[in-house]
């Protein structure tokens, strides 16, 4: 049983920063497609950024880029979004996805469809 356990979220202020955190086992976090995802409320769950882990090639919304950078870190076994310059459009719950080892399609399709495993999700509020 893959689990991934997202850590992080809170309650800031427009402007403010917040970086969520994502624990995965160590075989999900090797040369994988993993990802952040954010579902607002009465809307559907889109992408917010994307990462290779065994190139670090990146990819992100245009809604977030320049203000949102994801991360890995293989010794802690974890990824992370950090997110600054926050705005009230960014409140959603977000959501921690990885795709199967190996196969490269969810970085390329970036579809919600293509990542296997995911998170129970943690909560960002921006006022």
């Known amino acids: 049983h893959v689990q991934l356990v997202e850590s992080g979220g809170g309650s800031v202020q427009t402007g403010e920063s917040l970086t969520l955190s994502c624990k995965t086992p160590?075989?999900?976090?090797?040369?994988?497609?993993m990802g952040w995802f954010r579902q607002a409320p009465g809307k559907q769950r889109e992408p917010v950024a994307i990462?290779?882990?065994?190139?670090?090639?990146?990819s992100y919304a245009d809604s977030v880029k320049g203000r949102f950078t994801i991360s890995q870190d293989n010794d802690k076994n974890s990824l992370y979004l950090e997110m600054t310059s926050l705005k009230p459009d960014d409140t959603a719950m977000y959501f921690c996805?990885?795709?199967?080892?190996?196969?490269?399609?969810?970085?390329?399709?970036?579809?919600?469809?293509?990542?296997?495993?995911w998170g129970q999700g943690t909560q960002v509020t921006v006022s």
């Open positions: 160590w075989n999900i976090l090797r040369d994988n497609c």
């Open positions: 996805a990885a795709g199967t080892p190996g196969a490269l399609i969810a970085c390329t399709r970036r579809q919600e469809i293509d990542f296997d495993y």
């Open positions: 990462i290779y882990t065994g190139g670090g090639s990146t």
